[in-house]
């Protein structure tokens, strides 16, 4: 006898889906927390390019000035000896761009990413990402 029966065939579809069931929601709740862990990356390392901007013109960049001050010297910033950033300013992983306020509530500066919902609160994926 040559080949598989239906019912065979069936039974190992039927394996595949429940394999499939089992490790798919496993391997996309990874990809969640990776573009978490990128977003704090991102975070610190313009953490330490505004550490930078402070040490040269003696205070962070202004709220209105942004993050791109980082890039483009601002008008009131005298000593600015940048840019301070290899590229261009990304995104967060959400495609949502990253807050920065100075002074901020918590420090000098608060820097952050409202997380997948790119609403302020949240759990899990959803919940604010700052330094």
């Known amino acids: 006898m040559n080949g598989f029966t239906l019912l065979e065939l069936l039974v190992v579809i039927v394996i595949i889906g429940l394999l499939a069931a089992y490790v798919g929601p496993k391997y996309f709740a990874q990809l ?3 573009e978490v862990t990128v977003a704090k990356a991102q975070i610190e390392a313009f953490g330490k390019a505004l550490d930078t901007y402070r040490l040269d013109v003696g205070r962070y960049p202004s709220t209105e000035e942004g993050l791109s001050g980082l890039l483009v010297k601002p008008a009131a910033a005298q000593k600015w000896n940048g840019p301070y950033l290899k590229k261009d300013i990304p ?3 959400w ?3 990253y807050i920065y306020k100075s002074p901020g509530s918590k420090s ?3 820097l952050l990413s409202y997380g997948k ?3 302020p609160g949240g759990t899990a994926e959803n919940t604010d990402i700052t330094n």
């Open 108 to 110: 000098d500066f608060d």
């Open 91 to 93: 995104q967060d992983p």
């Open 117 to 119: 919902d790119g609403q």
């Open 95 to 97: 495609g949502n761009p």
């Open 32 to 34: 969640g927390k990776s």
